[in-house]
């Protein structure tokens, strides 16, 4: 097949990659044999962590396109030529293409960040695209993009929060281990930027000694890496310039078999990535603190989305309120931008599920359904906005395009920490009644920062077990009293435990917070809870404390 093309040279015209940003905008060329080279010299490298069928893909959309052959490249020739699939595949029934395609890409990215990151043909699949491109590479540093909403798949400004992840410092005293400092830093360099919630500047080895403060990071994480009788360990800080501040540091010890460096690399990526960078992490936090006080009018896209955080964390009235004002402001003036959609859609979905005082819940259904499609289709590779359409769909009674999008955002980066506590949540109330619990209690024991409304779902599979006594502890980890959810929770576990009097309490509290609840009680548990068995317990666990729904 490529016979006909050995010695021609293939033209690529393209611009500056988005990802790493490192490349000049002119046209080159490569002949076939320096692609076929570079594609041999990807398949085998230990630092292209791909399953063999993403090596199949990987294969035959490069051949494909030396082909002369890139305009027949689709999901549909890919899923019959490479994964086996017959005449009759669908792609919007069965997604294996799309997932694939993301799972490669980050294996190429992990490849260009590691042992690639020299070479000269930087081989990627762009985002909407089965079709490779082939770009030259000119350095090897990683920068900040540019802020432009509508070219990126999030919007950063330039005020958008930036952290500097600087490589590793080698304290083992044996040269040889210099690499483990520039892989932990890659490596949480590439988990962060998934999160797509701030913006990352990654030193490599030639940035060592460099000034932070010559870069527009607010923030810097830095490290070091020893080595005693115990094993390896790795020290990582994380310093706040604008305050001259160490405000977190943390320990990994490791064992000295390095043949397992890879997966602990990932780990604790992932780890650190939740905790630093993640939605209720220690940046946002601080970040959310200082914006607090700001008047609507005066808040940047991203405190906007601050605030959803913040009502995300307590949701109490007050912070539904702000949150809310601040998001549509946001989406008037950054309508391409998909968090602003996505979220918003949350804030909708709690008004029709929740029955918000002081909304108008008739058209909040629709809108929430809406607005979360919106953010899917701005953003479909993100995982967070995957999982929002899932919830939404659950709400709305969509059970089988609820279990499409959260199997679709699960498979989207099943390894990382950002979104598994929210896919477990939503997997559970689905019915996934292991895996989702296994992935909100990975999370908790991992992220000290994990969503609370997690506590829903493992209460929820611990009544449906009959472990009442279990489900009392996880509605005692709820501590969200500004929803009636809270003292239904309680009031409902305590029945079913006959603790009568302690259970009458929050049957109290539940109808002061939602009084007309004998009445609406059966379709509000029925928007979260979607089996007969466990909200017919639920029912009864109020029943005997006084609150009989009709």
Not at 465 to 483: K, M, S, V, W
Request: proline residues 4%; contains cysteine.
């Amino acid at each position: 097949m490529l016979l006909k093309l050995l010695g021609e040279r293939v033209r690529v015209v393209y611009q500056i990659d988005e990802d790493h940003n490192s490349f000049s905008g002119f046209e080159t060329a490569f002949s076939a044999e320096e692609i076929q080279q570079q594609l041999q010299r990807i398949l085998n490298s230990p630092d292209f962590n791909a399953t063999p069928q993403q090596r199949a893909f990987l294969d035959f959309v490069v051949n494909q396109t030396l082909a002369g052959n890139s305009h027949c490249i689709k999901g549909y020739t890919v899923a019959t030529q490479v994964f086996g699939r017959d005449e009759n595949f669908d792609q919007a029934i069965d997604p294996i293409v799309s997932i694939q395609a993301n799972k490669l890409r980050r294996a190429l990215e992990r490849y260009y960040l590691l042992s690639g990151k020299e070479d000269i043909i930087h081989l990627k699949i762009p985002k909407g695209s089965y079709v490779p491109v082939f770009n030259r590479r000119t350095t090897v540093e990683t920068k900040p993009a540019p802020y432009n909403c509508k070219d990126q798949d999030t919007c950063f400004e330039e005020s958008w929060p930036a952290v500097l992840i600087k490589p590793f410092i080698n304290l083992t005293n044996d040269t040889e281990k210099n690499y483990l400092g520039a892989g932990f830093a890659t490596e949480l360099a590439t988990e962060i930027n998934r999160s797509q919630a701030v913006s990352v500047l990654h030193y490599g080895a030639e940035g060592q000694g460099k000034r932070s403060s010559d870069t527009a990071a607010r923030f810097v994480i830095e490290g070091n890496i020893r080595e005693d009788e115990n094993g390896i360990k790795v020290v990582i800080n994380l310093m706040d310039i604008k305050t001259s501040r160490q405000i977190w540091s943390d320990t990994q010890l490791f064992d000295k078999d390095l043949t397992t460096i890879i997966n602990f690399q990932e780990e604790f990526a992932s780890i650190v990535g939740a905790i630093v960078a993640g939605e209720q992490g220690i940046i946002f936090k601080i970040i959310s603190d200082e914006s607090k006080n700001k008047q609507p009018e005066q808040l940047k896209t991203h405190e906007a989305i601050l605030r959803y955080h913040h009502y995300d964390q307590t949701l109490s009235p007050d912070d539904f309120r702000r949150a809310f004002t601040a998001l549509e402001r946001a989406r008037l003036n950054e309508p391409e931008c998909a968090q602003v959609w996505t979220f918003l859609a949350r804030l909708y979905a709690d008004i029709f599920s929740l029955e918000i005082p002081g909304f108008d819940i008739r058209d909040s259904e629709n809108k929430a359904l809406g607005y979360a499609e919106k953010g899917a289709n701005l953003n479909p590779d993100n995982q967070c906005a995957r999982a929002m359409l899932a919830f939404v769909r659950m709400l709305t009674y969509d059970i089988a395009g609820a279990r499409k999008e959260i199997n679709l955002a699960f498979e989207l980066n099943p390894k990382s920490l950002y979104q598994m506590d929210g896919i477990g949540y939503v997997k559970t109330l689905l019915g996934e009644w292991e895996l989702g619990p296994a992935l909100i209690n990975k999370v908790m024991r991992l992220n000290p920062y994990y969503k609370p409304v997690v506590h829903y779902g493992l209460w929820v599979n611990c009544l449906r077990q009959h472990d009442f006594q279990n489900a009392y502890l996880e509605a005692t980890g709820l501590r969200r009293p500004a929803i009636f959810w809270y003292p239904l929770a309680r009031a409902s576990t305590l029945g079913l435990l006959d603790k009568i009097k302690e259970g009458k309490k929050y049957a109290r509290d539940l109808l002061q917070l939602k009084p007309d609840f004998k009445e609406r009680g059966r379709i509000l548990i029925g928007r979260y809870i979607k089996f007969d068995n466990i909200s017919d317990l639920v029912i009864e666990g109020l029943d005997r404390v006084g609150v009989t729904v009709y």
